[in-house]
């Protein structure tokens, strides 16, 4: 790819296709790690565990909406 000032080439569709796709894909695994954190582990951990894990799993929640 040439970067220079007078010429930035642009991607292409299919490039533009392909990370959409891998960015919908990252998405949906970062969703389901979330899921597994509250469905999983929550149960299992004490009172104060579970507020961390609430912080952590608000934070994926967070990180996810940045980037939409």
Known sequence: MN???DAIE??????VSVFQ???ELDH???S????SILDYLLPLASVRE???????????VL?????R
């Open 63 to 67: 990180g996810l909406n940045r980037f």
């Open 10 to 15: 642009r991607p292409s569709a299919s490039q």
């Open 32 to 35: 389901a790690l979330q899921a």
């Open 50 to 60: 579970s507020a961390h894990l609430l912080q952590v799993s608000a934070f994926v």
């Open 3 to 5: 970067l220079t000032s």
């Open 28 to 30: 949906l695994l970062l």
């Open 21 to 23: 796709a891998s960015f």
